[in-house]
């Protein structure tokens, strides 16, 4: 297994992305710290210089393995469950416009709050059958691309739905795309999963990439989950990919990511 952090490459109002206005710095940093890649919560690409951050990561050896495309939703309102079909179209646009960028990369894209709610007065089955729609449009697009996306389910009190792993596996069924997965995030199962580690056992088949931070949303080691369980746990069901933390930047986000080095680089080793 490999660790990441996630930066932020505009600015945002999404607590749990550590904004950093010189990529070529906090890679430095991060690369510096022992990390083994950057994840990059992106809001919209139009605004990365593409060409200059692949010759970034490709100088340095430092993949980018996720875009996180939550602020989006955020800080714009776009989610493809909108009532409004402009919205949702500004949407799928807006998450190809990931898949451009994933694509040159090497990157997944990562599915989570741009899903959007379910509507007030909509029922469940209706927001599915939306989300199924667009969804589906953007992964066929991406798979023509070669580009894998990942949903991720969040916790009760960021979204009204596919809030566990089993919610988010059930809707993968229904959806029938093989380049969609799922990916954890240790913060979200902690508040919602009866029991974390066999929730990622059940997921083995679709678990692509994982998000890890605290019980309190801070760095691995600030808080009461049992990483040593996590990582022993992915190393029994064969994940072999990355553990990219996406965690609040307290006291700062340096200072964040030393702590995540410190806590998990030890458990990672042979």
Excluded at 71 to 95: F, H, K, M, N, T
Excluded at 250 to 259: C, E, G, V
Aim: aromatic residues 6%; glycine residues 10%; negative net charge.
């Amino acid at each position: 297994m490999k660790l990441a952090f996630v930066l932020s490459a505009s600015p945002t109002r999404f607590a749990a992305a550590a904004e950093e206005s010189d990529l070529d710095s906090g890679v430095s940093f991060l690369a510096g710290l022992g990390f083994d890649g950057v994840e990059l919560a992106v809001r919209d690409p139009a605004g990365v210089p593409a060409g200059a951050l692949r010759a970034l990561v490709e100088e340095r050896g430092f993949p980018v393995p996720a875009l996180g495309t939550g602020q989006a939703y955020v800080d714009e309102g776009l989610s493809l469950s909108s009532p409004d079909p402009g919205v949702c179209d500004r949407a799928v646009a807006r998450l190809l416009r990931h898949v451009d960028l994933a694509e040159r990369l090497g990157a997944l894209v990562i599915v989570g709050l741009i899903h959007g709610p379910i509507p007030p007065g909509w029922d469940r089955a209706r927001a599915t059958d939306r989300v199924l729609s667009r969804l589906g449009e953007v992964a066929r697009a991406a798979r023509g691309r070669g580009v894998r996306i990942v949903l991720e389910p969040i916790n009760r009190y960021e979204t009204n739905w596919l809030n566990t792993v089993d919610e988010v596996l059930e809707f993968l069924g229904r959806l029938g795309e093989e380049n969609v997965g799922v990916l954890p995030d240790t913060f979200h199962m902690n508040i919602e999963e009866q029991d974390p580690l066999e929730a990622l056992r059940r997921a083995r088949d679709r678990l692509w990439h994982v998000h890890v931070a605290d019980s309190n949303r801070r760095a691995p080691g600030w808080g009461h989950v049992d990483f040593a369980a996590v990582v022993g746990t992915l190393r029994e069901i064969g994940y072999g990919g990355f553990l990219s933390a996406e965690v609040l930047p307290l006291p700062s986000w340096r200072d964040a990511a030393r702590q995540t080095h410190a806590a998990l680089r030890p458990l990672l080793a042979p």
